[in-house]
Each structure stands twice: as structure tokens, then as C-alpha cells.
């Protein structure tokens, strides 16, 4: 059952962030077997580790095409969920793509300076086929990639024996299906942190990218750290996590069902409620045990609500918004009527990876089909960092210009050679001395 505790009682290690072990020796040499042996190593851990190892790891794109096109005709309404959440998740993103402007100003007469926006050439994305492939983490990953202008978009994921029974690459039917929709340009049987060095430095088959996005397991997560350097990452994710803010007006029932429906993702993911109410702590409570007897996933659910969840009785909402920008949640919700107390309440927030604000907007919908990014950040880093964006696949590069007759130029030459002097750097000064 789900804990029930004061905000008084709560122990300073829930709002550290939270570590589960590190793989980091057995990513190391794995990662140092890719970079030096290519296709052969990853071939070597892809025997070792997955369900099949196929001879040839790039995927056909008429692979691709046919899955697509056999979702279409025997799971449409996933064919068109899976296109209507690409579509909201594309212009979200072209929207983001439009607040990083390009501009020249001239800050002194004859001085301009400016700043460009550039998309990488490549970038990796990585989406893992476990427990549960999850084919919107291919909408997340790659619509902002091609919002941003990528000219390619790689794909790695875990290798499936081809159906035929022949020695070819073949995925997951239902990601291929979601690679051929989202606009991917290679795909990849190629898994674990063997794929992230593989995309990191290049084999003979998989190209080097410029930035690897997307989730996996710890021991996909330490190849991303550390493979940064080598390329961009967008994050390092932990397990997931939800942390709700409830007043009296809150559904019970939907209360529980946001909480479990974090909680089935993985046995050590975190559910939390924070609420004034200690009689609506009892009926989430009670909610919870009764929807965990027909849920599905109840085996994983139970194990991260026993271990993990927990519901905080708190003296008021701003204490609420107080415990929760100290946790900084992946996801927070605000389970709040609209109104002048909600308003309140939502301006307190601010460290969060992606905020729900009201009773309608389920957490479930920006996991899925909102437009808003569901790769965001876990433990604790929303206090620095926000979510996969277009920004992840964009440079922001500056330029500079000067135009001789006008004296901006000459007093930056002067200012130039002083501080050049006194840094000791005679070269500096003597380069910027040049242009007077």
C-alpha cells in the first residue's frame, strides 16, 4: 500500500536525486570493443545479449515501408494515432523552432554581431524494444529532429528475428512501422550500449552521428555519458517519475490512475501526491488498491507503489509547490479547479520537466499524443535542465562584422590590445593593434 506521511516527516534523501547502480566498467569496454572493432563487436554483444544477431545490421527501408503499410491495414487506429501524435508533435516542435531567431545587431557604429541557428547533419536516435517497445518514443525523438532540419536520422534499436526465418535485420514490427511514419533515414538492429557507441564513433556499417536522443536501460544510459564529447546527448534519464498537486475539488479515481499509470512503467519508478487533505489521502489510497486489482501491469505497478510511492499531507498548497521544486519531477501536475488559487500555485512552480495544469490534462496525453516532448528530465536535473527539444539538434553559432569607416571597430581594437597586455598575451594585442 501507499505510504501516507506528513511533509514534516519527509528524509532529505527524497529530494536527492536518485542512483541504482553503475554499469560503468562493463560500458566501457564495451564501448571501447565498438570503436575499435565496428560491425564485429557489435555483432560480438548483439550474439551475447539479444533475441537475434542478424549478419547484416541496416534494416531495408522497404522493411520499414512494409510494416508501416501492414499496420495501416490491420491496426489502423494505431496507424492513425501514431500519425495524429507525429503530426501535433511536429508542430509543436516547428513552433519551438521559431522562438530561436537569427538576427545581426549593430552594438557599436561599424560592430555587428549576430547569431545563427544551425541543425546538425546527423543525429542518432536510440528506442529501446524490451518489456515494452515504445513506439511514441520514435515520435519523440524524431519530430523534433526534422522540425529542427536534419538532414539524416538515424535509428538504432534492438534486433527480432526475421519472420521469414531468414539471416536479415528486422526490428520490432510496430517501431518499424513508426520509423517509416516519422521520416527516419536509417534504421539499424542494433541495441544496447553497443548501438550508442556504434552511432558515437562510427562502424562500417552505422554512420557516426552528431547527437544521440532517446531512452533505454542504466547500461544504455552510461554509454550516453560517456560517449558526450564525442557527440551531443540530450540527457541521461532515470527511472520515471510523477509528483501531483491535489486540492479538495481532485478525482480520487483519476488521481490514482495518473499515479499507477507512472507506476507500471518500471518497479522503481516514483509516484508521489502532495495534497492538504488527509481524507482525500485515504480515498487515493483506497482508489489505488482497487484499480491494481484489474490492471494488467499490476505486478510492476504494486512493486513501485509499495517501494517508492508516496502520498505527503501538507499544511498548505504553497508548501506543496515548495516540496515539489525541491524534488524537481519529471512530470508535475496540478489536480486543482481553475481558479485564483491554481494561478497561485502554478507561478510558485518552476522546476519541473513538463507542467499539467488542471483536472483534464492528463499526464498520459503529453506521453503520447499532445505535442509536448515525453523525454524529459529525472532526478532532480529539471532544476538546470527541460526536456528533449528542437534545441537538442540546433547550433547556436555567432558571427561578427565590421565595416572599417566607423569607429566601433577601432575602439574594439583598443580595448582588445589592453586587455591582450594585460593578460600577458602579446600576440592578442598585437593582432588586434593590426586593425587601427
Not at 560491425?39 to 541496416?58: R, T
Not at 565590421?402 to 594585460?422: F, M, V
Amino acid at each position: 500500500m501507499i505510504r501516507i506521511q506528513k511533509a514534516s516527516e519527509i528524509e532529505n534523501a527524497f529530494f536527492c536525486g536518485r542512483d541504482f547502480g553503475s554499469s560503468i566498467d562493463v560500458v566501457r569496454d564495451v564501448l571501447n570493443d565498438v570503436r575499435a572493432n565496428g560491425d564485429a563487436a557489435v555483432q560480438k554483444y548483439s550474439k551475447q545479449f539479444d533475441v537475434a544477431s542478424p549478419s547484416a545490421l541496416e534494416i531495408p527501408q522497404a522493411e520499414l515501408k512494409a510494416a508501416s503499410e501492414k499496420m495501416q491495414k490491420e491496426n489502423p487506429d494505431l496507424y492513425h494515432a501514431l500519425c495524429y501524435s507525429r503530426d501535433l508533435a511536429v508542430r509543436f516542435a516547428k513552433k519551438q523552432r521559431e522562438s530561436f531567431d537569427d538576427f545581426e545587431v549593430e552594438l557599436e557604429p561599424g560592430l555587428f554581431t549576430g547569431q545563427k541557428n544551425i541543425a546538425v547533419d546527423r543525429a542518432g536516435v536510440y528506442v529501446p524494444a524490451g518489456r515494452f517497445p515504445l513506439v511514441s518514443t520514435m515520435v519523440m525523438t524524431v519530430a523534433p529532429a526534422v522540425a529542427a532540419g536534419v538532414k539524416e536520422i538515424i535509428l538504432c534499436t534492438p534486433p527480432r528475428k526475421h519472420p521469414s526465418g531468414e539471416d536479415k535485420a528486422y526490428a520490432d514490427e510496430n517501431i518499424m512501422a513508426a520509423a517509416y511514419i516519422c521520416g527516419v533515414t536509417k534504421a539499424f538492429a542494433c541495441g544496447g550500449s553497443q548501438a550508442i557507441g556504434a552511432m558515437a564513433f562510427g562502424t562500417e556499417s552505422i554512420p557516426a552521428v552528431d547527437v544521440i536522443v532517446g531512452p533505454g536501460n542504466k547500461f544504455v544510459a552510461e554509454a550516453k555519458k560517456l560517449v558526450y564529447g564525442t557527440v551531443g546527448i540530450d540527457m541521461v534519464a532515470g527511472p520515471t517519475e510523477v509528483f501531483i498537486i491535489a486540492d479538495e475539488s481532485a478525482n480520487p479515481e483519476w488521481v490514482a490512475a495518473d499515479l499507477l499509470a507512472q507506476a507500471e512503467h518500471d518497479i522503481v519508478a516514483q509516484p508521489v501526491l502532495a495534497l492538504t487533505d488527509e481524507n482525500l489521502a485515504k480515498r487515493v489510497s483506497e482508489e489505488i488498491e482497487k484499480q491494481l486489482e484489474t490492471l494488467e501491469t499490476a505486478k510492476i505497478a504494486r512493486q513501485s507503489i509499495d517501494s517508492y510511492g508516496r502520498i505527503i499531507v501538507c499544511s498548505s498548497l504553497e508548501e506543496a509547490a515548495e516540496l515539489a521544486n525541491r524534488k524537481a519531477p519529471e512530470h508535475l501536475e496540478l489536480a486543482m479547479e481553475a481558479g485564483a488559487v491554481r494561478d497561485k500555485i502554478e507561478s510558485l512552480v518552476h522546476n519541473y520537466g513538463s507542467l499539467f495544469i488542471g483536472h483534464g490534462a492528463a499526464e498520459v496525453f503529453g506521453d503520447y499524443a499532445a505535442g509536448l516532448n515525453h523525454t524529459l528530465p529525472t532526478s532532480g536535473s529539471a532544476r538546470f535542465t527541460g526536456g528533449l527539444s528542437v534545441r537538442v539538434f540546433l547550433k547556436t553559432v555567432t558571427t561578427l562584422r565590421t565595416d572599417a569607416a566607423k569607429e566601433g571597430p577601432a575602439n574594439s581594437a583598443k580595448a582588445a590590445g589592453i586587455l591582450g597586455d594585460a593578460e600577458g598575451l602579446a600576440g592578442h594585442a598585437r593582432a588586434a593593434r593590426f586593425r587601427l
